[in-house]
T-cell receptor
Framework: GAVVSQHPSRVICKSGTSVKIECRSLDFQATTMFWYRQFPKQSLMLMATSNEGSKATYEQGVEKDKFLINHASLTLSTLTVTSAHPEDSSFYIC???????????FGSGTRLTVV | GIQVEQSPPDLILQEGANSTLRCNFSDSVNNLQWFHQNPWGQLINLFYIPSGTKQNGRLSATTVATERYSLLYISSSQTTDSGVYFCAVAKGGGADGLTFGKGTHLIIQP
């Protein structure tokens, strides 16, 4: 149980375009999901907390207009990287916690390359 | 916010050796997890262990919450154990995101 699915696993896009990444909780409902970013050979950094039916909460230094988060249902959160630039190239990974069950489950991540 | 420090940053061992990875954190937490990140980036959850001791095969972990540290033990290392091991913590019970340490990069040589 507690499976989180993330798509796509890899995406290459042109500079200036937008990319949407989906994060789904497959066998549980997640009122809260989290988005992280990882640059090469670095640790994971929390970008934002996605709350079902309300606005996301962004960490300091994360541009909310560039990284649009939508959590329209209890099983789906999306991250849209708008007007992507090469410096947005990174590994993006989502997670969710199952109520009543300790710990967080992570998706398999999305490697974004902006050319 | 919470600070998480992991040591050592790098560790190279021969196959069959044992190792201990350490995670220190700066505040009380309700969530602590150990992850192994494979070469494809996937985070494999090893332990959810905000306190106490757990074992899973060749791996075990202990968290001493009152002293704010956790240890991950790997016995009889195999080459497939290579990768980055992260410790991550959160104060809340599911409403807070995790704060990750910088990881321990483990290389097991045949």
């Amino acid at each position: 149980g507690a499976v989180v699915s993330q798509h796509p696993s890899r995406v290459i896009c042109k500079s200036g375009t937008s990319v949407k990444i989906e994060c789904r909780s497959l066998d549980f409902q997640a009122t809260t999901m989290f988005w992280y970013r990882q640059f090469p050979k670095q640790s994971l950094m929390l970008m934002a907390t996605s709350n079902e039916g309300s606005k996301a909460t962004y960490e300091q230094g994360v541009e909310k207009d560039k990284f649009l988060i939508n959590h329209a249902s209890l099983t789906l959160s999306t991250l849209t990287v708008t007007s992507a630039h090469p410096e947005d190239s990174s590994f993006y990974i989502c997670s969710a916690s199952r109520q009543g069950k300790g710990g967080y489950t992570f998706g398999s991540g999305t490697r974004l390359t902006v050319v | 916010g919470i600070q998480v420090e992991q040591s050592p940053p790098d560790l190279i061992l021969q196959e069959g050796a044992n190792s201990t990875l350490r995670c220190n954190f700066s505040d009380s937490v309700n969530n602590l997890q150990w992850f192994h990140q494979n070469p494809w980036g996937q985070l494999i959850n090893l332990f959810y262990i905000p306190s106490g001791t757990k074992q899973n095969g060749r791996l075990s972990a202990t968290t001493v919450a009152t002293e704010r540290y956790s240890l991950l033990y790997i016995s009889s290392s195999q080459t497939t154990d290579s990768g980055v091991y992260f410790c991550a913590v959160a104060k809340g019970g599911g409403a807070d995101g995790l704060t990750f340490g910088k990881g321990t990069h483990l290389i097991i040589q045949p």
